[in-house]
């Protein structure tokens, strides 16, 4: 069965981003629907996948992190606004079959994701 998953690194820190509340939407064109709120456990990851079953299909998403709260909850000093605060991350799904793993790296200057197993 498919499923969308994901887990945060605070890449800075060198552990786990807890804590870290995700919003997730369903895009189609110009209009985007929310669909579910997340937020990662002790691990950086989400109790359960955030989507799966009839819940993720065929499509485009939008995996949007706050991880400008979670920075600020560590302390991490930064002039405001922070460099970064809200992070999206669009993404198409063309096998909602598959399970797709889409992880955040996080620090308080950058970030990268890639899509994992």
Known sequence: MGRLTTHVLDTAQGRPGEGIRIDVYRLEGESR????????NDDGRCDAPILEG???SVGEYELVFHAGDYLRRQGVSASEPRFL???????????????YHVP??????????YRGS
Do not use: E, M, N
């Not at 629907?33 to 990662?40: M, N, P, V």
């Open 33 to 40: 629907s929310l669909l579910k709120t997340a937020t990662t």
């Open 54 to 56: 009839d819940d993720f």
């Open 85 to 99: 605060d809200v992070i999206p991350l669009r993404f198409g799904v063309a096998d909602a079959s598959q399970h």
């Open 104 to 113: 955040l790296l996080v620090s308080p200057y950058g970030y990268s994701t």
